[in-house]
């Protein structure tokens, strides 16, 4: 247990579907990520709030759409994704740089496949 | 723009060896750099995290080395065993600019018993 839940652990949606990934953590940090991890390449960083405030778009598509209420959640909403959008999510939270340790913790992912 | 490469993509050793997994990266100007393991199909456990004024942190059969000059970081498994088969992943914090993980392709680990 790394004190990051992801919900729901698989989703299978239609790419006229409109769906939701949630992730919540539990270690009083600030700062919270959204990574895609494809087969065979490298994880790609794909949002990153800090205070509660988007600080990074990593040039991602409008097809997903973040939103972070408060520190401890962050959502991925989805809508109208494309086959090659399947893949492994992942939610990580760590305190922002420069404050402290940084040690980054992940969740267990949600494998979301496009059909 | 900072990348980080990992070598071997795969490695399949005894049980009971001792081995050394190889991160690379290209911007010596790191704040931190981290190892994690991803078991397949789950996600990522934080292994070790080392501070870019640290040369090595240590844990249990693991212990993480960092040269910055060099631009290197190496994880060594003492005394392998089944249970450490999984991929491991190096990851690069920058001092400024990106604010998140840059991460390696990992390596492949399997431990035959």
């Known amino acids: 247990e790394t004190g990051v839940t992801q919900t729901p652990r698989h989703l299978v949606m239609g790419m006229t579907n409109k769906k939701s990934l949630k992730c919540e953590q539990h270690l009083g940090h600030n700062a919270m990520y959204w990574y895609k991890q494809s087969a065979k390449k490298p994880l790609e960083l794909m949002f990153v709030?800090?205070?509660?405030?988007?600080?990074e778009n990593n040039s991602v598509p409008s097809r997903f759409s973040p939103e972070c209420p408060n520190s401890s959640h962050l959502f991925l909403h989805l809508h109208t994704l494309q086959p090659e959008d399947s893949a492994l999510y992942l939610c990580a939270s760590s305190q922002k740089t420069g404050v402290g340790n940084t040690e980054a913790f992940f969740g267990q992912g949600t494998r979301l496949t496009v059909v | 723009k900072q990348e980080v490469t990992q070598i071997p993509a795969a490695l399949s050793v005894p049980e009971g060896e001792n081995l050394v997994l190889n991160c690379s990266f290209t911007?010596?100007?790191?704040?931190?750099l981290q190892w994690f393991r991803q078991d397949p199909g789950k996600g990522l456990t934080s292994l070790l995290l080392?501070?870019?004024?640290?040369r090595e942190q240590t844990s249990g059969r693991l212990n993480a080395s960092l040269d910055k000059s060099s631009g290197r970081s190496t994880l060594y498994i003492a005394a392998s065993q089944p249970g450490d088969s999984a991929t491991y992943l190096c990851?690069?914090?920058?001092?400024?600019?990106?604010?998140?993980?840059?991460f390696g392709s990992g390596t492949r680990l399997q431990v035959q018993p």
């Open positions: 911007d010596s100007a790191i704040y931190n």
């Open positions: 709030y800090s205070l509660e405030e988007r600080v």
């Open positions: 080392i501070q870019s004024s640290q």
């Open positions: 990851a690069a914090l920058m001092d400024t600019g990106r604010r998140a993980l840059t």
